[in-house]
T-cell receptor
Framework: EDQVTQSPEALRLQEGESSSLNCSYT??????LFWYRQDPGKGPEFLFT???AGEEKEKERLKATLTKKESFLHITAPKPEDSATYLCAVRNAGNMLTFGGGTRLMVKP | DSGVTQTPKHLITATGQRVTLRCSPR?????VYWYQQSLDQGLQFLIHYYNGEERAKGNILERFSAQQFPDLHSELNLSSLELGDSALYFC???????????FGQGTRLTVV
């Protein structure tokens, strides 16, 4: 059974304080690792797709990286508007998308 | 706006009742996924349809069923509702069987 574990569960940062979120996974035949951002009561918003170890993607203050067992979402100089829950998901060879529990990020001004 | 439309946004119903949730995928997307999100369990995969055919099933209860119609919209039917079925139900769509999935804004179901 595929498993996705995200840590920490919650993270409080001061504005401008860079940090990283972790996503550890086990999956039968990785067909992609996905990062999403979710605001309270809203649908997850797609951020990145990574397909192979060593791959990196960047978007504004966010950078996602992938190894064979985990992915990191690096947040550089975060702003209060980056506060949200960040979700990691893996797609397996059977096309099932399994989500982790998420990391709730709070950025204080 | 992801382009995925879900209706209704909110639904309040009594135990034992049956409801239908509707999803219109992004234009051109053939895949539709359904997820349930409750406070204590995160996002749980329910079912995946591709171009009208069921492709994968997750932890979907026998009381729940879904279908995808020729115009590619999808419906999730929930019957014999229980209090524990209260949750946010999300639909997502993607171009093909794989690839990134884009989510709708969800239907918040409250069973009283």
């Amino acid at each position: 059974e595929d498993q996705v574990t995200q840590s920490p569960e919650a993270l409080r940062l001061q504005e401008g304080e860079s940090s990283s979120l972790n996503c550890s996974y086990t999956v039968s035949g990785l067909r992609g690792l996905f990062w999403y951002r979710q605001d309270p009561g809203k649908g997850p918003e797609f951020l990145f797709t990574l397909y192979s170890a060593g791959e990196e993607k960047e978007k504004e203050r966010l950078k996602a990286t992938l190894t064979k067992k985990e992915s990191f979402l690096h947040i550089t100089a975060p702003k209060p508007e980056d506060s949200a829950t960040y979700l990691c998901a893996v797609r397996n060879a059977g096309n099932m998308l399994t989500f982790g529990g998420g990391t709730r990020l709070m950025v204080k001004p | 706006d992801s382009g995925v439309t879900q209706t209704p946004k909110h639904l309040i119903t009594a135990t034992g009742q049956r409801v239908t949730l509707r999803c219109s995928p992004r234009s051109g997307d053939l895949s539709v996924y359904w997820y349930q999100q409750s406070l204590d369990q995160g996002l749980q995969f329910l079912i995946h349809y591709y171009n009208g055919e069921e492709r994968a099933k997750g932890n979907i209860l026998e009381r729940f069923s879904a279908q995808q119609f020729p115009d590619l919209h999808s419906e999730l039917n929930l019957s014999s509702l229980e209090l524990g079925d209260s949750a946010l139900y999300f639909c997502a769509s993607s171009r093909a069987v794989g690839g990134e999935a884009f989510f709708g804004q969800g239907t918040r179901l409250t069973v009283v």
